[in-house]
């Protein structure tokens, strides 16, 4: 049965949102230590996703990257996320470096809790027992804010990096920022937000032109009655933020994984 509150995010699509996927394919195998997996997301379509695993008794994170990038971009970043004490679960969306299809906002959302229940399979079958958490990039944060309202069991925490959350900005960009479906939408996407209850990190770029602070802002206030953190990392933009705030950034991370430093906003 089709919910009736849910946002109706094909309302995007119908205006032209597809034009903001910058899809790249990408078929080259796995470095040494990491392996490719092709989930199941609808009859007959498939996303991959690349697995960095450093030791089952970790935590996981299961990884949604920014747009434009795919899974191998994480090739030479996943070793920083292993020194933060993680496996690194990258899944791509339709479209983009071996998966079948074509992006669309729809699908992007709604592929996510698929995409979250072949991972829990795949690490129990293979015996991960560490803690498992739920983390976007930018147009990333979209799938995983879906996870952690409606397929939060079993995740420890959220991390959105850049997140491209709201939905108000992007409406206007489209040209919607009046009518009833539009109203709707954006009243259902905030109420799924702010259902969410998993112990959240927010980091974003000082400087991020592309997905401005006031919009991590905004989400930090949707997300006011969940235990949070908003980390900025200083002169950061959009594409730089890891490298300028590296031991920032990390550090966050792995107190996130650790469960310290509970509820702090940090400048």
Known sequence: MTDC????????????????????????????????????VAPGVRVAARFYVQDPALPTLLYFHGNGEVASDHNDIAPLYHQAGANLFVAEFRGYGGSDGRPSLATLVADARPVAQQFHALLDSGGFNGPRFVMGRSLGSQPALEIAAHAA???????????????????????LREGEEAAKLVARHEAKIRAIRLR????????????????????????????????????????????????????????????????????
């Open 5 to 40: 509150t849910a946002p109706d995010y094909a309302l995007l699509d119908r205006a032209g949102a597809g034009s903001i996927f910058f899809p790249r394919p990408d078929h080259g195998p796995p470095p040494s230590g990491a392996e490719d997996h092709w989930l199941v």
């Open 153 to 175: 069991d079993r995740f420890q925490g959220l991390i959105i990096e850049s997140g491209a959350a709201g939905m108000r900005r992007f409406l206007g960009r489209l040209g």
């Open 200 to 267: 959240t990190l927010l980091i974003h770029g000082e400087q991020d032109d592309l997905v401005p602070l006031a919009q991590a802002a905004e989400l930090d206030e949707l997300l006011r009655d969940t235990d949070r953190r908003l980390v900025i990392i200083p002169g950061a933009g959009h594409n730089d933020l890891l490298w300028r705030g590296l031991r920032q950034y990390f550090d966050a991370i792995g107190e996130l994984l650790r469960g310290d430093a509970r509820g702090e906003h940090d400048a």
